[in-house]
């Protein structure tokens, strides 16, 4: 069994900032990539950021420059910092993560809950 439990999603001003986190828990052998997705009503899920386990990063061309997201692969747990929202970043966020989880002998997805993050004035 594998958890991911999602904090930090809340009400902000345009222009604001907001930390995501997400931890990481269960029967895990490793975890290769974590990253954060997003889906805003009426549209389909999408990639906001991601990052392996040797640090390399990847982020949605609308997020550059504005959200950072890093990991402690100690603690199995990834966030992301996101500044200078815009009212089209609100999306309910989910945490990912791709792991090794026995007795499976592959990588597998596992998501987190979701988390609201609203940018409104």
């Known amino acids: 069994q594998v958890q991911l439990v999602e904090s930090g999603g809340g009400l902000v001003q345009p222009g604001g900032s907001l930390r995501l986190s997400c931890a990481v828990s269960?029967?895990?052998?490793?975890?290769?990539?974590m990253g954060w997705y997003r889906q805003a009503p009426g549209k389909q899920r999408e990639l906001v950021a991601r990052i392996t386990s040797s640090g390399s990063t990847n982020y949605a061309d609308s997020v550059k420059g504005r959200f950072t997201i890093s990991r402690d692969n100690a603690k199995n747990t990834v966030s992301l910092q996101m500044n200078s929202l815009k009212p089209e970043d609100t999306a309910v966020y989910y945490c990912?993560?791709?792991?090794?989880?026995?007795?499976?002998?592959?990588?597998?997805?596992?998501w987190g809950q979701g988390t609201l993050v609203t940018v409104s004035s």
């Open positions: 990912n993560t791709n792991a090794l989880v026995p007795p499976r002998p592959y990588d597998m997805d596992y």
């Open positions: 269960g029967s895990i052998l490793s975890i290769k990539a």
